[in-house]
């Protein structure tokens, strides 16, 4: 299984776009894709239940949740793994 993350610090950059964009291609073109949601905000989580398919998953995942998710992942036969991760001040502001 290959995963692509979306890290960078700013928040508000483009990467939950980019990463919806991403996982639609990837399935269009065969590939069996998992997004994993991993900012407080929740963009993509509410994206996929907004776009109302289940052809891509979409679920929130803590940092503390994210090697099992990938392993189970892999185990069920998913071929891309899409992270999405917050802007290190939208992170900040999450923890507090």
């Known amino acids: 299984m290959r995963i692509i993350a979306f ?5 508000g950059s483009g990467k939950s ?32 239940e907004t776009r109302g398919l289940d052809d891509v998953p979409v ?11 990938l392993a189970a992942l892999e185990k069920n036969g998913f071929t891309l793994a899409i992270i999405d991760t917050a802007g290190r001040r939208v ?3 999450a923890r507090r």
Request: contains cysteine.
């Open 91 to 93: 992170a900040l502001r």
């Open 7 to 11: 890290v960078t610090q700013k928040g």
């Open 59 to 69: 679920n929130a995942v803590t940092a503390g949740r994210l090697p099992a998710t």
């Open 17 to 48: 776009t980019l990463a919806s964009s991403l996982a639609v291609a990837a399935h269009e073109a065969g590939e069996r894709v998992f997004v994993c949601d991993m900012d407080p905000q929740r963009s993509l989580v509410k994206w996929g």
